[in-house]
């Protein structure tokens, strides 16, 4: 008799419940859990809550609390750099484009329905990544190649001849890093969005000469 079959003919409902939701949809979920407490402060019964998925599933489609929080680190970078790539290869002027760049981070830094999140990374993982080798791993990593992504830009500009021959990518670079870090840290501390753009807007017109 096949599996699954009454005697009478009828089909039986298999055990267990389908999935009731989407895996990409769950890990942001849970992500946005932790970028409004923190890794510390969030607990598996806050993940269990945002996702509406209990603890054994939370398990069986992700790992623990630690796995959840990587993974949701991973998709935050990788959603962050697709913002930022397109608005890098969107065309313009190097002052355009910049500009572009914060826009769009700004974007993610005010996604949140009821408080500013600010940056994942910035708002999370900079207080884990002293004791936690694999989150100050995947954030420095993500940082590096921030930089080198604003880096790249500049050497185009130098190329094209929007910057003076002797401008120094490298530095240019690490200024418009850390002006993306200045505009998540402000953003969580409560700065309007529109004071935000206006720093932007200044830090690029040095950083363009």
Known sequence: ??????????EKRPRGRPRAYEPETALRQAAEAFWKT???????????AATGMNRPSLRAAFGDK???YVKALHDYW???????????????????TLMKVYDAALSIYFSGDDQVLGCFVVGTAITEAPGD?????????????????????????RTRGEL??????????????ATMHSL?????????????RKLAQKAVSVMCG
């Open 1 to 10: 008799m096949r599996s699954g079959t009454k005697i009478d003919g009828t």
């Open 38 to 48: 923190g890794y510390s402060g969030t607990s598996l019964d806050d993940i269990s």
């Open 66 to 68: 630690h796995d959840i």
């Open 78 to 96: 990788a959603r962050k750099f697709e913002a930022m790539h397109k608005a890098l290869a969107s065309g313009g002027t190097l002052a355009e």
């Open 133 to 157: 080798a694999e989150i100050q791993r995947i954030a420095a990593d993500g940082f590096r190649k921030l930089d080198g992504d604003f880096e790249a830009r500049f050497k185009l500009a």
């Open 164 to 177: 003076k021959p002797d401008a120094d990518p490298k530095a240019l670079a690490l200024l418009a890093s």
């Open 184 to 196: 998540a840290v402000r953003a969580r501390a409560g700065s309007p969005r529109t004071e935000l």
